[in-house]
Every structure is written in C-alpha cells, then in structure tokens.
C-alpha cells in the first residue's frame, strides 16, 4: 500500500516537474498539454476517497497556481470544478474506461477553456481574443485529448498501475 502511495505521488511529481519546466522550454504554448487536468480527471473517475481525490485535485491547481500568470486560485478552483463535473458525469457514460477517461479530459479541457474566457471577459481586453479562442477551444482539447489516450491506455491496456476497481458502466 505504502508503495503504491509513492509510486503515485513520484508519478505525479514527475509529470508536474515536466509540464511546469521542460515544456515551457521546448514547446509552443499552444501545444502544451495539461497533465495536471488529466490527472484531476483520472483522480474523479476512481471510485473511492472522494474528498482526498478532491483535495489533492484542488492542491495540484494551487501548486499550478504558484507557477503561473494567472490570478492566485484560479487553476485550484478550475481544477476543483473539473473534478466535480468529471465526478457526475462519470456514470452518466456507458464507455470503456479508456473512452470515458479521453472524453472527459476534452470536455474537461472545454471547461477549462470557458472558465478562461469568463476570466479572461472580465479583464475587458480585446488583444489576442481570437487566438485565445483558437487555443483553448480547438488547439487544447485535441492535444489533452491524444495524451489522455496514451496515458488511460497505458493504465488500463499495458497494467503499468492497478487497473480501476468498482468501475460502474450504468
């Protein structure tokens, strides 16, 4: 068990490490993917420790918080909500844990987009509105969408960690 926990929280660490200091460096901002989302939606879509899951999803958006422009809370509340949206969409679907994983990361992506626009509306300015647009709702959901692939096939198909226990298909 205790072993299991430190796989998860090097895991974590290491994607963390990756998408906060070596994209940044080699990837356009437009193409960068988010693991942190991915990650808070893996985290709704377990069955159990609902308000740990939640927890460590709004603890990771804060952390994210620290290393980015945007206003203080904003990825930890972002995050939060998208665990809870993932959270009760999640029985609504009758897919295959790899299906169900790829489709809430891109609506998880869209609320995220959304959530950045509002944000973004509030701010009054019209600069770079259209490539905001293009980015967060065409570019972002695409992106999120193929590395969800990869990382719930990884899990699911290839048995790098346990497999999802308790997984209700109704």
Known sequence: MI????LSVI???FFFIIQL???????????RPDFIMIIAVYFAIRNNKFFLNGFNCFSLGL??????????GFFALSKFIIFL????????FLFSPLILGTTLVIIATLVEGGISLALFSLK??????IFF?????????????????????SI??????KPLKGFSYH
Do not use: C, M, W
Not at 22 to 31: E, N, R
Not at 133 to 153: C, D, M, R, T, V
Not at 156 to 161: A, E, F, G, K, R
């Open 3 to 6: 072993k299991r926990i430190t």
């Open 11 to 13: 895991f974590i660490f």
């Open 21 to 31: 200091t070596i994209f940044p460096l080699f990837i356009s901002s437009y193409l």
């Open 63 to 72: 952390v994210q918080d620290f290393f980015s422009s945007f206003p203080l």
């Open 85 to 92: 949206i993932a959270r009760s969409i999640k029985s609504r």
């Open 124 to 129: 009054n300015k019209t600069d770079g509105l």
């Open 133 to 153: 647009l293009e980015k967060a709702f065409i570019y972002q959901p695409l992106i999120n969408g193929s590395i969800a692939f990869l990382f719930f096939f």
């Open 156 to 161: 699911h198909y290839l048995n790098l960690v």
